[in-house]
């Protein structure tokens, strides 16, 4: 799970990697911030959720034409993560998952790639920038070559839910039956004692993702156990859990974050804007 506070020098030797990986900033990708406001637990409405239902073909064209050489023209950092991608990942490269091209690999490395941290832009992107994305919005073809990479590892792992942890070291609001979405590619791990320490006891989450995709075998670390949570998934909040703060420690029980929300995929993504036109 990838990122952000560091905790002390032992948590950034174990988890170094992790913490510097993909989501840097867990669930949400403006942690360092001045607001001191809990961060809510909503429907993302800013986020740019399309799944590319109905326009897969179409889209992988305007990626392959279009949106794939514009990115690399005007993000060089972008450029050089995508090139470094195409090393690991050339034509003579044949992926263990007969429907994931050489592409979708490709923008897997660029994603986790913890040199290049193309995950910090790109989430601050998906998640704020849906009002405008048509022509704010420089990511188009990693959005959707991660989505579908996404889409398809769920199909090959047997479209199963499973379940997953996430922690945070900053406030969230949320109630119990609220709906809420990430609204942007949400990492998680399979461990939950990976969260906790990141979160270092404060927020944690107990995930059921359905839509979510083991990156197990992609990423730079064999023991991450990373889960990735797609924009569109949508949650219900089935459990807030408040635990008592040890004073003497300022810290909850060792054993139990601060506050602990469980979540519940609705088995129903909400995807409400579209890259293509209709």
């Known amino acids: 799970m990838r990122r952000d506070h560091i905790l002390t020098f032992a948590v950034l030797c174990v988890f170094h990697a992790w913490t510097l990986g993909v989501d840097s900033n867990m669930i949400y990708p403006r942690l360092n911030r001045r607001n001191p406001d809990p961060i809510p637990l909503d429907m993302a409405p800013d986020s740019i959720d399309d799944s590319y239902d ?127 979405r990430f609204g942007q590619f949400a990492s998680s791990t399979t461990d939950e004692l990976v969260a906790k320490i990141y979160a270092n006891w404060k927020t944690c989450f107990k995930i059921t993702t359905c839509f979510g995709a083991s990156l197990a075998g992609f990423s730079q670390l064999e023991d991450e156990n990373e889960v990735l949570i797609p924009p569109y998934e949508v949650f219900k909040i089935a459990k807030v859990t408040k635990n008592k703060v040890l004073e003497e420690k300022n810290k909850v029980n060792e054993n139990e974050c601060e506050i602990v929300y469980e979540l519940e995929s609705t088995e129903t993504p909400k995807s409400v804007r579209k890259t293509l036109d209709s």
């Open 54 to 180: 109905g326009c897969r073909k179409n889209m992988l064209c305007e990626v392959t034409n279009k949106f794939l050489p514009e990115v690399k023209n005007v993000d060089r950092n972008f450029k050089d993560a995508w090139e470094d991608a195409m090393k690991l990942y050339n034509n003579n490269h044949k992926s263990n998952v007969e429907q994931l091209s050489n592409d979708h690999l490709r923008a897997i490395h660029v994603y986790v790639n913890p040199q290049r941290m193309i995950y910090v832009p790109f989430n601050e992107a998906t998640r704020s920038l849906g009002k405008s994305y048509k022509t704010h919005f420089k990511y188009h073809s990693l959005h959707f070559l991660l989505s579908d990479a996404l889409r398809i590892l769920n199909e090959a792992q047997g479209k199963q839910c499973v379940k997953t942890f996430r922690g945070a070291t900053v406030a969230y609001q949320g109630k119990e039956d609220d709906t809420m």
